[in-house]
């Protein structure tokens, strides 16, 4: 592997590392100020769970674009309404409360993703 390679392949498990870390924090603010909880909820819990599996089983990879800019809609229809009101709620207060990650998730949904054909993973041969 040449070390132009490896940067990207560093890179892209970066942004999708900071993927997971902005969707952490999107539901924790949200179940703290919906649900008056400190704590994340069974519900946001189990949100988070289903989050962070679809995102490991994401079938683009290290290639994976942004969920809003994706071919493939991976989330069940019940788990896909949940996270669009947790994003319509902790959105706009993102920008005050994590600026840096808010930057970044703007630049990752602009980026086009360099390959849009998903790859072959184990399970799926």
Known sequence: MTSNRKQET????RRIK?????????IKLYCKKQHASKEL????????NYTMRRIDK???????PTCAN?????????????????????????SY????????HLLDKF???????PHKRAEDI
């Not at 994401?58 to 994976?64: D, E, S, T, V």
């Not at 809609?73 to 993102?94: L, V």
């Not at 980026?111 to 054909?117: H, I, L, V």
């Open 111 to 117: 980026r086009k993703p360099a390959e849009q054909t």
């Open 18 to 26: 900071r993927e997971i870390k902005t969707t952490l924090v999107m």
């Open 10 to 13: 560093s890179h892209q498990s």
């Open 58 to 64: 994401c079938r683009f990879a290290l290639n994976k």
């Open 97 to 104: 409360r994590h600026p840096i990650l808010t930057f970044f």
């Open 41 to 48: 909820c069974p519900d946001c819990t189990d949100l988070l």
């Open 70 to 94: 994706c071919t493939v809609h991976c989330f069940k229809p019940f788990y896909r309404e949940k996270i669009r009101q947790i994003m319509r709620f902790s959105g706009p207060r993102m």
